[in-house]
Nanobody, 121 residues
Framework: QVQLVESGGGLVPPGGSLRLSCVVS????????MNWYVQTPGNQREVVAG???????TYQPSVKGRFTISRDNAKNTMWLQMNGLRPEDTAVYSC???????????????WGQGTQVTVSS
Protein backbone atom coordinates (compact mmCIF):
# COMPACT_ATOMS: atom_id res chain seq x y z
CA GLN A 1 0.00 0.00 0.00
CA VAL A 2 1.03 3.64 -0.41
CA GLN A 3 0.81 6.35 2.25
CA LEU A 4 1.18 10.11 1.99
CA VAL A 5 1.87 12.12 5.13
CA GLU A 6 1.84 15.91 5.24
CA SER A 7 3.44 18.09 7.88
CA GLY A 8 4.40 21.71 8.45
CA GLY A 9 1.04 23.40 8.86
CA GLY A 10 0.26 25.83 11.63
CA LEU A 11 -0.86 29.31 12.62
CA VAL A 12 1.03 32.27 11.20
CA PRO A 13 0.31 36.02 10.98
CA PRO A 14 -0.35 37.68 7.62
CA GLY A 15 2.91 38.03 5.70
CA GLY A 16 4.41 35.00 7.39
CA SER A 17 5.87 31.84 5.90
CA LEU A 18 5.39 28.11 6.22
CA ARG A 19 6.99 25.11 4.54
CA LEU A 20 4.76 22.09 4.00
CA SER A 21 6.19 18.61 3.43
CA CYS A 22 4.63 15.52 1.89
CA VAL A 23 6.40 12.18 2.26
CA VAL A 24 5.31 9.20 0.17
CA SER A 25 6.05 5.73 1.55
CA UNK A 26 5.10 2.13 0.93
CA UNK A 27 5.21 -0.02 -2.17
CA UNK A 28 6.55 2.50 -4.72
CA UNK A 29 7.93 1.77 -8.18
CA UNK A 30 7.64 5.31 -9.56
CA UNK A 31 5.94 8.57 -8.58
CA UNK A 32 4.66 10.68 -11.43
CA UNK A 33 2.88 14.02 -10.91
CA MET A 34 2.49 15.40 -7.41
CA ASN A 35 0.16 18.19 -6.36
CA TRP A 36 -0.93 20.31 -3.43
CA TYR A 37 -4.66 20.87 -3.04
CA VAL A 38 -6.86 22.91 -0.74
CA GLN A 39 -10.34 22.07 0.46
CA THR A 40 -12.83 24.82 -0.35
CA PRO A 41 -15.72 25.85 1.93
CA GLY A 42 -17.96 23.95 -0.51
CA ASN A 43 -15.89 20.83 0.27
CA GLN A 44 -14.31 20.61 -3.14
CA ARG A 45 -10.60 20.24 -3.80
CA GLU A 46 -8.76 22.90 -5.77
CA VAL A 47 -5.19 22.46 -6.97
CA VAL A 48 -2.77 25.04 -5.62
CA ALA A 49 0.42 23.85 -7.28
CA GLY A 50 1.69 20.83 -9.17
CA UNK A 51 5.02 19.33 -10.19
CA UNK A 52 5.84 16.60 -12.67
CA UNK A 53 8.48 13.90 -12.17
CA UNK A 54 10.84 15.96 -14.33
CA UNK A 55 10.31 19.12 -12.28
CA UNK A 56 7.92 21.11 -14.41
CA UNK A 57 5.72 23.23 -12.16
CA THR A 58 2.31 24.87 -12.37
CA TYR A 59 0.60 27.26 -9.96
CA GLN A 60 -2.84 28.64 -9.29
CA PRO A 61 -2.67 32.36 -10.26
CA SER A 62 -3.43 33.52 -6.70
CA VAL A 63 -0.25 31.90 -5.32
CA LYS A 64 2.16 32.46 -8.19
CA GLY A 65 5.19 34.41 -6.99
CA ARG A 66 4.44 33.61 -3.33
CA PHE A 67 4.48 29.79 -3.22
CA THR A 68 7.17 27.46 -4.54
CA ILE A 69 6.63 23.74 -5.10
CA SER A 70 9.59 21.35 -5.21
CA ARG A 71 10.36 17.65 -4.87
CA ASP A 72 13.19 15.22 -4.27
CA ASN A 73 12.57 12.03 -6.23
CA ALA A 74 15.25 10.12 -4.29
CA LYS A 75 13.48 10.90 -1.02
CA ASN A 76 9.90 10.55 -2.35
CA THR A 77 9.22 13.94 -0.83
CA MET A 78 7.51 17.12 -2.02
CA TRP A 79 7.47 20.55 -0.41
CA LEU A 80 5.46 23.73 -0.67
CA GLN A 81 7.28 26.87 0.46
CA MET A 82 4.61 29.44 1.27
CA ASN A 83 5.70 33.07 1.63
CA GLY A 84 3.67 36.24 1.97
CA LEU A 85 0.76 34.31 3.45
CA ARG A 86 -2.66 35.95 3.41
CA PRO A 87 -5.80 35.22 5.47
CA GLU A 88 -7.45 33.86 2.32
CA ASP A 89 -4.73 31.16 2.15
CA THR A 90 -6.27 29.59 5.27
CA ALA A 91 -7.28 26.02 4.42
CA VAL A 92 -6.47 22.36 4.86
CA TYR A 93 -3.66 21.57 2.43
CA SER A 94 -3.51 18.02 1.10
CA CYS A 95 -0.93 16.37 -1.09
CA UNK A 96 -1.66 14.03 -3.94
CA UNK A 97 0.63 11.74 -5.92
CA UNK A 98 0.18 9.54 -8.99
CA UNK A 99 2.01 6.34 -8.08
CA UNK A 100 2.93 3.18 -9.94
CA UNK A 101 3.54 0.32 -7.51
CA UNK A 102 5.23 -2.11 -9.94
CA UNK A 103 6.79 -2.04 -13.39
CA UNK A 104 4.13 -1.84 -16.14
CA UNK A 105 1.48 -1.57 -13.45
CA UNK A 106 -1.34 0.96 -13.35
CA UNK A 107 -0.81 4.51 -12.12
CA UNK A 108 -3.15 5.36 -9.24
CA UNK A 109 -3.84 8.56 -7.34
CA UNK A 110 -3.17 8.60 -3.60
CA TRP A 111 -3.99 11.31 -1.05
CA GLY A 112 -2.71 12.44 2.30
CA GLN A 113 -4.91 13.41 5.25
CA GLY A 114 -4.05 17.09 5.05
CA THR A 115 -2.43 19.72 7.26
CA GLN A 116 -4.18 22.84 8.53
CA VAL A 117 -2.77 26.24 7.56
CA THR A 118 -4.26 29.23 9.37
CA VAL A 119 -3.23 32.79 8.56
CA SER A 120 -4.47 35.22 11.17
CA SER A 121 -3.27 38.02 13.37
Amino acid sequence: QVQLVESGGGLVPPGGSLRLSCVVSGNIFKIYAMNWYVQTPGNQREVVAGITSTGRTTYQPSVKGRFTISRDNAKNTMWLQMNGLRPEDTAVYSCNADVQTYDNGPVQAYWGQGTQVTVSS
